[in-house]
């Protein structure tokens, strides 16, 4: 009787072990598609020179954000700071949010928030040069409780010479 108890109390150490690990295991995999989308948004932004909102004959930088996450699966949502644009849908021909207070859209979900900072320290005969910060979200889920908690995977971009975004953040 004493070695099934304790058999059955090694079991149950090894499954919890099991367990953890492939919770460790999603826990990065999932991690790791968030860095991915984070990176794919940096280099949309630099290629296009911003989030330009095109849509015909090219396609700006903010519909082919749109069509990359659609495609990866993405559908991770999560809150931006005030001051960033946020995209809360990735439907064709919607456009993107300034987060305030006047437009009370702080709590509300976005898939992805961009922040445009121009640089005064490097004025020089081209004008001040860009940067862009991006926020994706990474989200954990159990299957019984749901989405557990929802982390902020950000990013900054490379230097931005001409940046052709205007329409869309008013600077």
């Given at each position: 009787?004493?070695?099934?108890?304790?058999?059955?109390?090694?079991?149950?150490?090894?499954?919890?072990?099991?367990?953890?690990?492939?919770?460790?295991?999603?826990?990065?995999?999932?991690?790791?598609?968030?860095?991915?989308?984070?990176?794919?948004?940096?280099?949309?932004?630099?290629?296009?020179?911003?989030?330009?909102?095109?849509?015909?004959?090219?396609?700006?930088?903010?519909?082919?954000?749109?069509?990359?996450?659609?495609?990866?699966?993405?559908?991770?949502?999560?809150?931006?700071?005030?001051?960033?644009?946020?995209?809360?849908?990735?439907?064709?021909?919607?456009?993107?949010?300034?987060?305030?207070?006047?437009?009370?859209?702080?709590?509300?979900?976005?898939?992805?928030?961009?922040?445009?900072?121009?640089?005064?320290?490097?004025?020089?005969?081209?004008?001040?040069?860009?940067?862009?910060?991006?926020?994706?979200?990474?989200?954990?889920?159990?299957?019984?409780?749901?989405?557990?908690?929802?982390?902020?995977?950000?990013?900054?971009?490379?230097?931005?010479?001409?940046?052709?975004?205007?329409?869309?953040?008013g600077k």
């Amino acid at each position: 009787m004493r070695e099934s108890i304790g058999g059955t109390w090694f079991f149950q150490l090894i499954i919890v072990f099991i367990l953890l690990f492939v919770a460790y295991l999603a826990l990065s995999i999932n991690y790791s598609k968030s860095f991915k989308v984070k990176n794919e948004i940096i280099s949309f932004l630099e290629r296009e020179e911003g989030l330009t909102n095109r849509t015909s004959p090219d396609k700006g930088a903010l519909q082919l954000i749109n069509d990359f996450l659609v495609n990866s699966g993405y559908s991770a949502t999560g809150e931006c700071d005030a001051g960033w644009v946020g995209v809360s849908s990735l439907e064709i021909g919607s456009s993107p949010e300034i987060v305030s207070n006047e437009n009370n859209n702080l709590n509300k979900k976005f898939y992805y928030c961009v922040e445009k900072v121009i640089r005064d320290d490097n004025v020089g005969n081209y004008g001040r040069k860009t940067y862009y910060r991006v926020r994706t979200f990474f989200k954990f889920d159990l299957p019984v409780v749901g989405k557990f908690m929802v982390f902020k995977v950000d990013g900054v971009s490379d230097d931005v010479d001409y940046p052709c975004d205007k329409s869309v953040f008013g600077k």
